[in-house]
């Protein structure tokens, strides 16, 4: 066990999103009685696909056991009924940066950024566009921006100026139940302006690995052929589908009271000085914060505090171009509505000294 396993394993809280979730915990997700699937058909696999559709409005949904596997393969389905392999995404799309440019290798997709790095898409950007578009990416929200959401209106605007071009929307919503919260509307809601719709089990919903797709039944039974040939149709995949299942409603609905809590934490973060919270207020129940502390003076802080405390807080941090100035970001969780935003806080302050 390296040196940040061993300090993570001997702290008892946190108040960075779901917690210090253990095996456990995890197992525990897992319905004992839940009926298992045989190569993801039947059992509590369809039950999950079944309440994903309903759930996002859509006619059908399959479930896969990674996004990187999900998205690509979706885009792929857009594509391949298109004379055009080009898909606009923002600049800091996951599929982009953090895929090995498994769009391309494997699905032999065209990838085309869109818009400024630190801004989200607008209706100009997409207006700069003039070749053929197979697809429309959009994440809602914008993870590398903080959780940052578009307007409505100009979600609207620009899943129609997609439309028009005769070009798919796919929304990368990872995230899409912050989203909702944020929006003051279903998931449902929005996902009606997309025609298909990823989402994950594990990030904000705290169960184990996996994802469901949401679209029309002819897309859909396309990404479970893909599924397949991709290696993703395991012999059993019940219990990380039972997990989901067993967590998502109750998450779901915990959305409000997160992002209320993430501005509260803004609010009580607008004495500390030496923190930046971005955006101010956040938009939905995550925020990224900017730190007035060196990276290595940080890490030390952090170690330190987690010894002495048993809280564990990031271990690292990411830079930001400044050398006096670390960026981290905080989810707001089921374990973050344990603690008082005051107390953040003051931990949040502590680590900048």
Not at 285 to 291: D, E, K, R, T
Request: hydrophobic residues 45%; aromatic residues 6%.
């Amino acid at each position: 066990m390296d040196d940040i396993a061993a300090r993570r394993a001997a702290c008892t809280d946190s108040f960075l999103g779901n917690g210090l979730i253990r095996p456990p915990e995890l197992l525990a997700s897992i319905d004992p009685g839940a009926a298992a699937d045989v190569y993801g058909e039947g059992g509590v696999v369809a039950e999950l696909e079944q309440h994903v559709a309903a759930v996002l409005g859509k006619p059908a949904a399959v479930f896969l056991p990674s996004g990187t596997m999900a998205q690509g393969a979706t885009l792929r389905v857009h594509a391949d009924r298109r004379t055009t392999r080009t898909i606009l995404w923002h600049p800091y799309s996951h599929l982009d940066r953090h895929e090995g440019q498994a769009h391309s290798r494997l699905h032999q997709l065209i990838g085309r950024p869109v818009g400024e790095v630190e801004q989200l898409i607008t209706l100009d950007d997409l207006s700069e566009v003039a070749e053929p578009v197979a697809a429309l990416l959009l994440e809602l929200p914008q993870r590398d921006l903080g959780g940052a959401l578009p307007a409505w209106e100009d979600l609207v605007a620009q899943t129609s100026w997609a439309r028009d071009r005769g070009a798919a929307v796919h929304l990368d919503g990872a995230r899409l139940w912050e989203a909702s919260a944020g929006y003051e509307r279903s998931p449902a809601e929005v996902a009606a302006l997309f025609d298909t719709v990823y989402v994950s089990f594990y990030k904000g919903i705290g169960a184990l690995p996996g994802c469901c797709v949401a679209g029309p039944e002819q897309d859909v039974a396309q990404v479970r052929e893909w599924r397949g040939r991709l290696g993703g149709t395991l012999f059993a995949l019940w219990p990380a589908a039972s997990s989901a299942l067993g967590l998502l409603d109750g998450a779901l609905a915990e959305m409000p009271a997160r992002l209320r809590h993430a501005r509260a934490i803004a609010s009580a973060l607008a004495d500390v000085p030496e923190v930046r919270v971005v955006p101010d207020p956040p938009q939905t129940p995550m925020m990224h914060l900017l730190l007035s502390v060196p990276a290595d003076r940080y890490q030390a802080n952090a170690r330190r505090f987690s010894e002495e405390t048993g809280m564990w807080v990031w271990p690292s941090v990411a830079d930001t171009g400044d050398p006096a100035v670390v960026r981290c970001e905080l989810a707001v969780g089921r374990a973050t509505l344990r603690h008082k935003p005051e107390a953040i806080a003051e931990v949040l302050a502590a680590l900048c000294v």
